[in-house]
């Protein structure tokens, strides 16, 4: 795995949408996709109950990017600057070449493919520009659209445990995918 350096942050794109750093522009859609209750469910986390978590959140977000210690990238169509999405890296594992897959899209963009197209755009990158060797996800077995999309793009149940930070998380499974590169 390259060293991490992300003080210039890769903009991203697809045939249909712009991945982009996180502003504080985007705190309404972060307060949309963190105040759902079921979604808040499965990730193991409590419900934002206030536009100042978003807002904390966004900050926090980049703190983690200055640190070099996470990338996270907003969704949104091309023209059109509005957030739609996410997709981030994180829970880096410099020794086993390895880093964590999260994803979360507002629910009336899903099951149009856009995940699947943002998540191959970050494949791409962390496989051919970072030179990351193994990527993982977790998502909860309550959560079926997220584990077929998984499976969809190739990543496969993992046989072994690896380094996260989950905790809550109803039935968390964790899927792999290792680089062909």
């Not at 193991?44 to 926090?60: M, Q």
């Not at 210690?69 to 981030?88: L, Q, T």
Request: aromatic fraction near 10%.
């Amino acid at each position: 795995m390259n060293q991490l350096d992300f003080s210039t942050f890769p903009v991203l794109e697809t045939d249909r949408l712009v991945l982009r750093r996180l502003s504080l522009q985007d705190a309404s859609v972060i307060y949309q996709l963190r105040s759902d209750v079921e979604v808040a469910a499965l990730t193991g986390k409590a419900p934002f109950l206030h536009i100042n978590e978003a807002v904390a959140y966004i900050n926090k977000i980049d703190n983690l990017i200055n640190n070099d210690e996470s990338i996270y990238w907003v969704a949104s169509y091309k023209g059109d600057a509005v957030m739609i999405g996410a997709a981030c890296l994180w829970n880096f594992d410099m020794q086993n070449e390895t880093v964590e897959l999260g994803y979360e899209l507002l629910p009336e963009f899903q099951g149009k493919g856009i995940m699947v197209e943002i998540i191959t755009c970050i494949l791409r990158y962390a496989f051919e520009v970072m030179g990351i060797k193994t990527i993982i996800a977790c998502p909860s077995s309550d959560n079926p659209p997220s584990v077929k999309l998984l499976e969809k793009m190739g990543f496969k149940i993992a046989s072994r445990d690896y380094q996260n930070t989950h905790a809550n998380v109803p039935g968390m499974l964790t899927y792999i995918l290792t680089s062909r590169v």
